[in-house]
């Protein structure tokens, strides 16, 4: 960790990869953001799949969804883009906490569209376990 300057803000995100012998690897990507108290955690979803609509060809959305994990308010978003064997499929789950300090978590996990059921169990285990850590929160 550093000591960051005033001002300096923390936009690391962490990529973690799921072996994979096909040509892709699966992967799993995960950063955060600050956000205010009464940030709209929808409207933030929306948003990034509104950017990816006009950003991507053959976009597709499958499903949204909103609720909560404890203490933390979530969006999961399933979507598709591309065509043919490179078609990917991606699943983002944003998650809005509160404490101590008001942040939006970004989960992204990310697979080739025809494999994404079999990697989906990986995925959703991997999304289960997440909680923030105190490096994050403080």
């Not at 892709?24 to 709209?40: G, K, M």
């Not at 990816?52 to 499958?62: I, K, P, V």
Request: glycine share 6%; no cysteine; net charge negative.
């Amino acid at each position: 960790m550093f000591d960051l300057p005033e001002g300096v803000t923390d936009a690391s995100s962490y990529t973690f990869v799921l072996p994979s012998g096909e040509g892709y690897a699966p992967n799993l990507t995960v950063r955060f953001e600050a956000a205010d108290a009464d940030s709209d955690l929808l409207a933030h979803a929306r948003a990034e799949v509104a950017r990816m609509r006009e950003a991507l060809e053959q976009f597709e959305l499958l499903h949204e969804e909103s609720g909560s994990r404890g203490p933390l308010q979530g969006v999961m978003s399933t979507v598709e883009w591309g065509s043919g064997e490179a078609r990917l499929r991606q699943r983002m789950l944003l998650l809005l906490s509160l404490t101590p300090v008001p942040r939006i978590y970004t989960l992204i996990a990310t697979d080739l569209a025809a494999r994404a059921e079999r990697s989906d169990a990986r995925f959703d285990a991997m999304l289960r376990s997440f909680v923030p850590n105190d490096l994050q929160v403080h």
